[in-house]
């Protein structure tokens, strides 16, 4: 008897100690595939931003304090990921490349506003769009053009591609209205692009700030701050997809695609674009981090080995 109770606590003991080991090897496991997930997102994210500020992005480094860095025309470092916890608002706050990356642009078409928090676009890197667009107001009014948008003049920012982007997609917009008439009271008149101005009820600059976003006709329903989310849900139904979708084309996000609605308002994101476009799944590990763009563009193909050397 006292043979047999010695035996099974012996073997509950093995049992015990190897369900813990299965465990912690367990855990070890998913850690390693966290870390390799994080790795193939954070070099896809440097390869949308190469892609998208072909000019001012010079190219990627590992600083000394390990943290990765893109680096500037300009010799200014931008931070990646700056491992610091945060919240949604702390986010929004101080963004680096990573929380601004973080969540996926839909380009497929939504029934329903986003989720809560769910805001793709809303979390700018200022350093960035300072390098890009201009530091200073005066900067940025130096880079303004004038972008013809249906009946009158508008200024954009030239740089990077932006105001030739809304000159295409305004022409595009007015083929639009000429076959479908409908869409005209969505569009006309459009009530603004640059303005120097904070996002209302923050210190946080605009994008408008740079002259890199457009708001087309406003409508009561359009801004979060404004109505109910059943509002502007019903606003959401009676949008023209066929506006959203020649924005899309030309790299701009729609604030219609954010929880906290903005549908009057396109902003400039080329990045969030390319992301979408390219990355739009989870990493599959099996297949090489940069699967899904056209590699054998050698253009891309440049900007792949630069991350491979600097991150191997
Ligand atoms: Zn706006």
């Known amino acids: 008897m006292k043979k047999l109770i010695v ?28 870390t390799k997930e994080y790795e193939v997102t954070m070099k896809r994210d440097l390869l949308c931003l190469m892609m998208a500020y072909p000019q001012d992005i010079t190219g990627v480094e590992v600083g000394k304090d390990s943290l990765v860095y893109v680096v500037m025309k300009s010799g200014k470092r931008i931070v990646y990921d700056d491992k610091k916890t945060k919240s949604f608002d702390g986010k929004l706050n101080n963004a680096d490349l990573q929380d601004m990356l973080e969540q996926l642009y839909p380009l497929t078409d939504i029934q329903t506003l986003m989720d809560e928090n769910n805001d793709p676009g809303r979390a700018r890197v200022y ?10 107001k005066e900067q940025i009014e130096k880079n303004l053009k004038s972008v013809f948008a249906g009946g009158k003049n508008v200024v954009f920012n030239k740089n990077n591609g932006a105001s030739t982007a809304l000159a295409g997609a305004m022409k595009e917009i007015a083929a639009l209205a000429q076959r479908k008439p409908s869409i005209y009271p969505f569009v006309y008149p459009v009530n603004g692009t640059y303005n120097y101005r904070v996002i209302a009820g923050t210190n946080q600059l605009s994008p ?55 549908i009057l308002h396109y902003e400039y994101r ?5 992301k979408a476009k390219y990355f739009s799944e989870p990493p599959n590990l099996q297949n090489p981090w940069y699967d899904g763009v056209d590699y054998t563009d050698d253009r891309i193909k440049g900007y792949i080995e630069v991350i491979e050397r600097v991150l191997k």
């Open 208 to 262: 408008h700030a740079f002259g890199t976003a457009i708001d087309l006709k406003r409508d009561n329903r359009d801004y979060w701050k404004w109505v109910s989310r059943e509002e502007g849900q019903k606003r959401l139904d009676m949008y023209p997809r066929e506006v959203v979708k020649i924005f899309e084309n030309h790299g701009f996000v729609w604030g219609g695609k954010w929880s906290h609605f903005d």
């Open 127 to 136: 350093g960035l769009l300072k390098e890009v667009y201009g530091g200073t």
């Open 7 to 34: 035996g099974i606590i012996i073997l509950s003991l093995l049992f015990t100690g190897g369900c813990i080991e299965k465990q912690a090897l367990e855990n070890r496991a998913g850690e390693e595939l966290k």
């Open 270 to 274: 080329p990045e969030l674009i390319l």
